[in-house]
């Protein structure tokens, strides 16, 4: 079976998914969007409002600042993979509580064993902790580490505010705008055309 094939079954699979108590009020899987080749994986924590009724990650207020963010980094966001931890929105946009993220994150995993991203930009905690921990590092305060890389044997991780984060206090706006600017150019470095506008 070939990536593809493997990859639409995945989604079969993620959308008849039971194992928690977001399947009973949820409208739609937000399974993930995006080619399923990219160098680029974009983590958050859960679908909203907007993104249960579409079926699609980052297309509520959170989305349109996140496109904007993007475009300051210079990236194409038709050709970055998005996703979250939980694949379900939690009732009334709450965190996803921790034994939801542990139903969920054998998705997330298997999509990054699928797709092999060179990078993963963890939106806010709760992806952020998670991929730290898989990948072996101490889990440390967001201020203290967002925009910088961590490094795998093949994978760069880089932590960054959740883009809700400027719609809940404006003053961070400024702080999110400068650590994608800064992204952009450190991978224009790294030489990842493809991802690119």
């Not at 977001?22 to 399974?31: I, M």
């Not at 963890?122 to 910088?148: E, R, V």
């Not at 991780?157 to 952009?184: F, N, Q, R, S």
Request: with cysteine; glycine share 8%; hydrophobic share 35%.
């Amino acid at each position: 079976m070939d990536r593809e094939e493997e990859f639409l079954k995945f989604v079969e699979e993620v959308k008849k998914c039971s194992k928690c108590r977001l399947y009973k009020t949820r409208k739609n899987v937000v399974v993930g969007d995006g080619p399923i080749n990219s160098l680029i994986m974009l983590v958050g924590e859960a679908p909203g409002y907007w993104e249960d009724q579409q079926g699609k990650p980052f297309v509520g207020a959170a989305g349109k600042f996140l496109n904007k963010l993007l475009d300051l980094a210079g990236l194409d966001r038709g050709k970055v993979y998005i996703t979250n931890v939980v694949k379900c929105r939690p009732p009334g946009n709450r965190e996803p509580k921790p034994d939801e993220i542990e139903a969920c994150k054998p998705y997330l995993d298997k999509q990054l064993n699928l797709i092999q991203p060179k990078i993963v930009c963890a939106l806010g905690n709760f992806a952020t902790s998670y991929l730290l921990q898989k990948y072996g590092f101490p889990i440390q305060s967001m201020g203290k580490i967002h925009g910088k890389i961590f490094e795998t044997k093949n994978l760069k991780i880089i932590p960054l505010y959740h883009p809700a984060t400027a719609l809940y206090k404006p003053p961070m706006k400024k702080v999110l705008e400068e650590d994608w600017k800064t992204i952009g150019l450190k991978l224009k470095k790294l030489n990842l055309k493809e991802v690119f506008k």
